[in-house]
């Protein structure tokens, strides 16, 4: 897929005055926001992770359950080619009952839009709790192109269905109230998760989800994802396709339905999870929070001190 730089007007098509936060352009050069051109706590690009694709969902901004701090990092952490965000992304039920926007999850939306900025290909496909955006499908906003599904080609040839998954959902298409009903009971339990995390952190521990935990526990849930897993495959299937990548369930997986391979990123509210594909077509779902696990391990049993490592 090619990669589509930002379209921003250059300096001499512009007579208008500098807006608040804009740098003063100089002939030739492309003008954008300030923060574009800030630079960044970020590793440089020969250390950042390389893929082909990256697909996440389900982050939930304007939500105390969003990881953000955990988001970004992976974020800085990451160069693909093409970055899908597959809904859910802003949560607008959340925001419809009360405003909760941190600052750090404005550092997420910049941090998005300097991909986009930088050369990487950034496609926006809304889910059911940012569906406020699916009229602006086949627009670009800030050079990230928003979409109601894609087909996306791998390295080696296959044809993936890219979607949030929520058609596929018979609650949220046919019980609205009682999504909304459950949506409210989830903010709560991860309310919960925040609160336990927070103490863990107090006692040195890394992250770990509570409600992810009960969730795969939950006999109801287990079969629920099942059902939804299977009408997805089906779907890809029934089109002619190879796979499907999708969000909506926060339950990361890559499964094979009879020739048709199921694929979901996971989310940014429980397991902190993230799908990639390799350049030879491979796919694989990196567990941030495993890794942020791992890397305290080791950062624990280490005998070396900063103070000594600065040394």
């Known amino acids: 897929m090619a990669s589509h730089a930002l379209a921003l007007p250059t300096a001499d098509l512009l007579e208008e005055p500098l807006l608040p936060g804009m740098l003063r352009p100089v002939e030739g050069c492309i003008r954008g926001p300030a923060f574009l051109h800030e630079p960044e706590d ?14 996440i969902s389900d982050i939930h901004l304007g939500t105390p359950g969003c990881n953000a701090d955990m988001l970004l990092d992976f974020l800085k ?14 949560d607008g039920w959340k925001l419809k009952r009360g405003w909760y926007w941190p600052a750090r999850h404005n550092d997420i939306v910049r941090r998005i839009l300097k991909m986009a900025a930088q050369g990487t290909r950034v496609i926006y496909i809304p889910g059911n709790h940012d569906e406020m955006l699916r009229p602006y499908a086949g627009l670009s906003l800030g050079g990230v192109e928003i979409a109601l599904e894609v087909v996306h080609t791998t390295a080696d040839g296959r044809r993936l269905l890219v979607c949030h998954g929520d058609e596929f959902d018979a609650v949220v298409l046919y019980h609205r109230w009682l999504a909304w009903a459950g949506d409210i009971g989830y903010e ?8 336990f995390n927070r103490l863990r952190l107090l006692l040195g521990l890394p992250y770990w989800s509570i409600s992810a935990h009960i969730k795969k526990r939950v006999k109801n849930a287990v079969a629920f994802i099942g059902r939804f897993e299977q ?7 029934m089109r ?3 796979g499907v990548v999708c969000g909506h369930i926060h339950s990361a997986e890559i499964r094979d339905f009879s020739g048709i391979t199921y694929l979901n990123d996971g989310d940014w509210v429980e397991s902190c999870t993230a799908l990639v594909e390799h350049g030879d077509g491979r796919m694989e779902i990196i567990d941030w929070a495993a890794r942020t696990r791992e890397a305290a391990h080791i950062d624990k049993a280490s005998p070396l001190q900063p103070a000594a490592l600065a040394a």
């Open 42 to 55: 970020e590793p440089p690009p020969s250390r950042k992770m390389k893929h082909r694709t990256v697909w």
């Open 77 to 90: 952490s990451i160069r693909p080619e093409t970055l899908y965000l597959v809904g859910d992304i802003i």
């Open 188 to 195: 709560a339990l991860l309310k919960l998760n925040v609160q």
């Open 240 to 242: 002619g396709l190879d």
């Open 231 to 237: 009408a997805v495959a089906d779907a890809a299937r």
